[in-house]
T-cell receptor, first 113, second 113 residues
Framework: DTEVTQTPKHLVMGMTNKKSLKCEQH?????MYWYKQKAKKPPELMFV???????INESVPSRFSPECPNSSLLNLHLHALQPEDSALYLC????????????FGQGTRLTVV | EDKVVQSPLSLVVHEGDTVTLNCSYE??????LLWYKQEKKAPTFLFML????IEKKSGRLSSILDKKELFSILNITATQTGDSAVYLC?????????????FGKGTLLTVNP
């Protein structure tokens, strides 16, 4: 199994809603990542989890709240988002240590209305 | 200030042509450089380069890294329409307690029949 699975694939939410994005991998990877990708732009790193602990937060607004409940799951809780937060949200995972590539999920296409 | 610069930003070729995509980077605590192909959603992994001057090959694709000049190239020979995609390079470097990827803007390759 070399898949990173993200749900939902598409999400439309209002600015007052609370929703969560989910990411799952069963490759035994102990590093997991959230990226945000706007149209025609490269992915931008948001958060890195290492051994289920948050190790990097790239100054992401608090309306995005990550959670890593166990080594296979990564969530991104969303609250009071703005229309400019509409983007493709990509989850990735990798082994820790040398010579490890990151595997990406198919992403959640988020639209904030 | 961009840490990763890819060129050209877009390229249109005919099937059968050979293309060379460029990536220059400037990061501290560099560990490796990764190339990804992105079509509609998830970036898919192509190569990880850690040593200078050693070419990696996969079918019609090859890539090489120059750690002295902080540069990498991705070659695609005998291009096919299925090669049409955005090609992203990403140096992996230390971000405090963990390593992270920063993506370049990508090269949009269009291969016409």
């Amino acid at each position: 199994d070399t898949e990173v699975t993200q749900t939902p694939k598409h999400l439309v939410m209002g600015m007052t809603n609370k929703k969560s994005l989910k990411c799952e991998q069963h490759m035994g990877h102990r590093a997991m990542y959230w990226y945000k990708q706007k149209a025609k732009k490269p992915p931008e790193l948001m958060f890195v989890y290492s051994y289920e602990k948050l190790s990097i937060n790239e100054s992401v607004p608090s309306r995005f709240s990550p959670e890593c409940p166990n080594s296979s799951l990564l969530n991104l809780h969303l609250h009071a988002l703005q229309p400019e937060d509409s983007a493709l949200y990509l989850c990735a995972s990798s082994r820790l240590g040398m010579n490890t590539e990151a595997f990406f999920g198919q992403g959640t296409r988020l639209t904030v209305v | 200030e961009d840490k990763v610069v890819q060129s050209p930003l877009s390229l249109v070729v005919h099937e059968g042509d050979t293309v060379t995509l460029n990536c220059s980077y400037e990061v501290t605590n560099f560990r490796s450089l990764l190339w990804y192909k992105q079509e509609k959603k998830a970036p898919t992994f192509l190569f990880m380069l850690t040593s200078s001057g050693i070419e990696k090959k996969s079918g019609r694709l090859s890539s090489i890294l120059d750690k002295k000049e902080l540069f990498s190239i991705l070659n695609i020979t005998a291009t096919q329409t299925g090669d049409s995609a955005v090609y992203l390079c990403a140096p992996e470097y230390s971000g405090g307690s963990n390593y992270k990827l920063t993506f370049g803007k990508g090269t949009l390759l269009t291969v016409n029949p």
